[in-house]
């Protein structure tokens, strides 16, 4: 079974600083990988996410995160964060073909801090 | 607006009632799911369906029904409510796969 781990409960960051989520998945077989950014008191929005192909996947609001299959990690990356990336991040995982279950992780809180 | 919309948006219910949250997407998603998410525990999934007249179990099913007899609404029953169902519930939808999920605003359910 796949499962997912984000290794940071709470990241707290100053302004314009760039931040990293990190994502470690286990998974036997080929997964599609997700990012989703939740804002207090409102549902998930999707970030980015891989399929296939380069491993550098870029995402809106200047998100992008990098595949590493060896480290099986999918981590989140921002070279400058904002006030406004104040919010949750959750990683997702799924095998690919067919339709698979979808499993999130347990989310990180990113705090910037003005 | 296309979407996917839950009502009713807050509940208070009573130990061993029942109710059934709503759920409808207009973007004729074949793939819906409920998810619950609580404080710690990111979101577990409940049931999910790969299109009107099929559903399964996630990993959390105990407690809760759904049914999909249309494309576009997938409720969710509570059956006998508990306080350890007390939790924020969303319901996402997708067109395939690799698509990502669109969600739902949630619904935040207290059961006392």
């Known amino acids: 079974a796949q499962s997912v781990t984000q290794l940071d409960s709470q990241v707290p960051v100053f302004e314009e600083a760039p931040v990293e989520l990190r994502c470690n998945y286990s998974?036997?077989?080929?997964?599609?990988l997700f990012w989703y950014v939740q804002y207090p008191n409102q549902g998930l929005q999707l970030l980015l996410k891989?399929?296939?192909?380069?491993?550098l996947v870029k995402g809106i609001n200047g998100f992008e995160a990098e595949f590493n299959k060896s480290q099986t990690s999918f981590h989140l990356r921002k070279p400058s964060v904002h006030i406004s990336d104040t919010a949750e991040y959750f990683c997702?995982?799924?095998?690919?073909?067919?339709?698979?279950?979808?499993?999130f992780g347990t989310g990180t809180k990113l705090q910037v801090i003005p | 607006n296309a979407g996917v919309t839950q009502t009713p948006k807050f509940q208070v219910l009573k130990t061993g009632q029942s109710m059934t949250l709503q759920c409808a997407q207009d973007m004729n998603h074949e793939y819906m799911s409920w998810y619950r998410q609580d404080p710690g525990m990111g979101l577990r999934l409940i049931h999910y369906s790969v299109g009107a007249g099929i559903t399964d179990q996630g990993e959390v099913p105990n407690g809760y029904n759904v049914s999909r007899s249309t494309t576009e609404d997938f409720p969710l029953r509570l059956l006998s409510a508990a306080p350890s169902q007390t939790s924020v519930y969303f319901c996402?939808?997708?067109?395939?796969?690799?698509?990502?999920?669109?969600f739902g605003s949630g619904t935040r359910l207290t059961v006392v």
């Open positions: 998974s036997s077989v080929s997964v599609y």
């Open positions: 996402a939808s997708s067109y395939g796969q690799g698509s990502g999920y669109t």
């Open positions: 891989y399929l296939s192909g380069s491993t």
């Open positions: 997702a995982v799924t095998f690919s073909g067919g339709y698979q279950k979808v499993t």
